[in-house]
């Protein structure tokens, strides 16, 4: 079943089960900074407080 | 919560690496002084978690010049939304020149990220739990996660049969395989992992077409690694097998991918144990992991593979940008 299951026919469909709907692509869409530094010196540009997303593992990549 | 967004700005970062380990006070005590990580630990202590050891995670609000301002740990939007305009009230009592002070110093000394192979293959992957009756078309399981795959400039032309003629197949380097297999055919599905010590398989590149510089490639193999973690209370499974399906285009010109999606479909298990002081039945779960490559970003920073620091080549050790 594991070898037959993923072939060029079911390629598509496996890619869109696997990866991310529009919906859970959502919250990227957002304008993130990649790191605190980099928040830190936009928010002294924008004269905006920050707010600092911090995980273990990046929110971005594996948490 | 849009709209409330729109009065800060958003940054995400890695944790462990800003509060020094474990525990900011022993980073301390061992000579750790990178500016970014001191900024954020002297602001964080003053968060939901405190100055003492421990995980930090969880969401802040601070001043561009480090001060505290508020913080949660939570999922739920609610008592997030709370906590933001409890930062922002604190924010308004803030005379305007407080407003602009930037931190001191928060430029850090060192990033994994500067490693990034600019020039090279960067893979971006997404993982998710797969239907027990393996049909796509089932509901979508709600878990994934994301991970990361570098390859230098050097080692993504390793994808390639040394003569690029339609029939003409090739194995992926050992180093290349064991880098697929042991970081990223891993069940991170609910959270981080550790690495698989060995896998054994292999992958296969054979080029299906030749149009002019592009060389278009069908990627298949199979993987299978087997090892407990070595850190006891950490989620992994005992054993993880997969096949993998793909096709990429490379361009011979220009010296890069100009596409690649790659499919690793396989099945993890664990036997029973004990994990988190409970006792666990036997497992068995079907994962799918999908690689492509990572969008390009403006600003040129890309965050790195988990387990970078594990892939023994020089390249992935780079402390300067």
Known sequence: ML???????????WRDYIRLTATERDWTRLPWLMTFNAGLAAAAKAKKPLLLWTMNGHPFGCT | MQKLTKQFVLAADEVWRLQGGFDPK?????????????????MAGDGHYGPGAGSKQGIYVCTPSGDFLASINSSRPRNVAKML?????KWRELSVKAKGVPAKSAKPTHRFEWSCPKDGLRLAST?????????????????????????????????????????????????????????????????ETRPFRKAEGSITTEVTAVQGDVVVLRVTGSTKAEGRPRRPGLYMPDGIKSQLLGEA???????????????AKGVGWMHPRRFAGAARRAQVRNIGWYFTLTPKREDGFYVSPTHLSSYGVPWSRRTRR
């Open chain 1, 3 to 13: 070898v037959e299951s993923l072939s060029t026919a079911t390629f598509a469909a």
């Open chain 2, 26 to 42: 022993v980073y301390r005590e061992r000579g750790g002084a990178d500016p970014e990580c001191i900024a954020f630990q002297d």
């Open chain 2, 85 to 89: 305009e409890r930062g922002l009230a």
């Open chain 2, 127 to 191: 993982l998710r739990y797969l239907p027990a009756n393996h049909d796509p078309k089932s509901r979508r399981k709600t878990e994934y996660n994301h991970d990361f795959l570098w390859f230098s400039r050097k080692e993504a032309r390793q994808f390639l049969p040394k003569k690029a003629s339609v029939g003409a197949k090739h194995t992926l380097p050992e180093l290349l395989f064991q880098r697929i297999s042991r970081f990223n055919i891993v069940d991170a599905v609910r959270g």
């Open chain 2, 249 to 263: 285009r490379f361009d011979r010109e220009k010296g890069e991918f100009l596409s690649f999606e790659l499919i």
